[in-house]
């Protein structure tokens, strides 16, 4: 459980049968639940990468690569849920930034990256999602100076879409499908980037999308939300 000891701050896990948590509109408690494993195959996929990734920090990686990770993740903090900073451990950093690799078939970095950061971009958008063509768009900045990752070879935007949710749904945690790779390059991509649903998608449902970024240097950023509704 994560929580802040003054009352009235945030908190955050399970107390007796409530869960709290917070989002956008403030701190709130809700019923716990207990959630459910289907062990789909997307879910099996990331259990596969963490064990790889794993085994490869042990039986391949070099001293030196893991020595890297180390001091990239010392110098690096991560937010947990309630916003404060942590530091993890350099194996944990290397599989967070490989996972996404191994799941879209883009070649991991064994090398800890060099410069000190998550890799900022500007937040992307959706629209233009319909029911007609169950498709819809991710837009993005490709501007050198806030989205590098748009304007160099190895670096790479992942979209992220949720299964479609009622129109007042204002918050889903996940789990979220991977569903498009915006690829960046010198030349860079052409915004926006159009793909299909992973589910049936009708007028008047909610989607939420997720979205990250990848370095050429391995850096993966931290994680951006937005949501739209689905048009006819």
Same mark, same amino acid.
């Given at each position: 459980?994560? *929580?802040?000891?003054?009352?009235?701050?945030?908190?955050?896990?399970?107390?007796?049968?409530?869960?709290?948590?917070?989002?956008?509109?403030?701190?709130? *408690?809700?019923?716990?639940?207990?959630?459910?494993?289907?062990?789909?195959?997307?879910?099996?996929?990331?259990?596969?990468?963490?064990?790889?990734?794993? !085994? /490869?920090?042990?039986?391949?990686? $070099?001293?030196?690569?893991?020595?890297?990770?180390?001091?990239?993740?010392?110098? %690096?903090?991560?937010?947990?849920?309630?916003?404060?900073?942590?530091?993890?451990?350099?194996?944990?950093?290397? %599989?967070?930034?490989?996972?996404?690799?191994?799941?879209?078939?883009?070649?991991? #970095?064994?090398?800890?990256?060099?410069?000190?950061?998550?890799?900022?971009? !500007?937040?992307?958008? /959706?629209?233009?999602?319909?029911?007609?063509?169950? $498709?819809?768009?991710? =837009?993005?900045?490709?501007?050198?100076? !806030?989205?590098?990752?748009?304007?160099? #070879?190895?670096? *790479?935007?992942?979209?992220?879409?949720?299964?479609?949710? =009622?129109?007042?749904?204002?918050?889903?945690?996940?789990?979220?499908?991977?569903?498009? $790779?915006?690829?960046?390059?010198?030349?860079?991509?052409?915004?926006?980037?159009?793909?299909?649903?992973? *589910?049936?998608?009708?007028?008047?449902?909610?989607?939420?999308?997720?979205?990250?970024?990848?370095?050429?240097?391995?850096? /993966?950023?931290?994680?951006?939300?937005?949501?739209?509704?689905?048009?006819?």
């Amino acid at each position: 459980m994560l *929580f802040k000891p003054l009352l009235g701050t945030d908190l955050s896990g399970k107390v007796g049968g409530l869960v709290a948590s917070h989002n956008a509109g403030g701190a709130y *408690f809700r019923a716990a639940t207990i959630p459910t494993n289907p062990n789909t195959t997307f879910q099996q996929a990331v259990r596969n990468a963490f064990a790889q990734l794993s !085994s /490869l920090w042990v039986d391949t990686l $070099t001293q030196t690569q893991r020595d890297e990770w180390e001091l990239y993740a010392a110098n %690096v903090p991560l937010t947990n849920r309630i916003g404060e900073q942590h530091n993890v451990s350099g194996l944990n950093m290397y %599989v967070r930034s490989n996972t996404p690799r191994l799941q879209t078939g883009i070649a991991r #970095v064994d090398d800890g990256p060099p410069v000190f950061d998550l890799g900022g971009y !500007s937040a992307p958008t /959706l629209s233009g999602w319909s029911e007609a063509t169950q $498709t819809g768009d991710i =837009n993005f900045s490709v501007s050198a100076f !806030s989205d590098p990752w748009a304007n160099e #070879v190895g670096g *790479f935007m992942l979209g992220f879409i949720s299964r479609p949710q =009622n129109p007042g749904v204002k918050f889903f945690r996940g789990p979220y499908r991977v569903q498009v $790779t915006v690829t960046g390059d010198p030349v860079p991509p052409v915004s926006p980037s159009t793909f299909g649903s992973p *589910f049936p998608i009708t007028a008047g449902q909610r989607l939420f999308g997720r979205a990250v970024t990848m370095r050429a240097d391995g850096r /993966l950023s931290a994680d951006s939300f937005f949501t739209t509704l689905v048009g006819a």
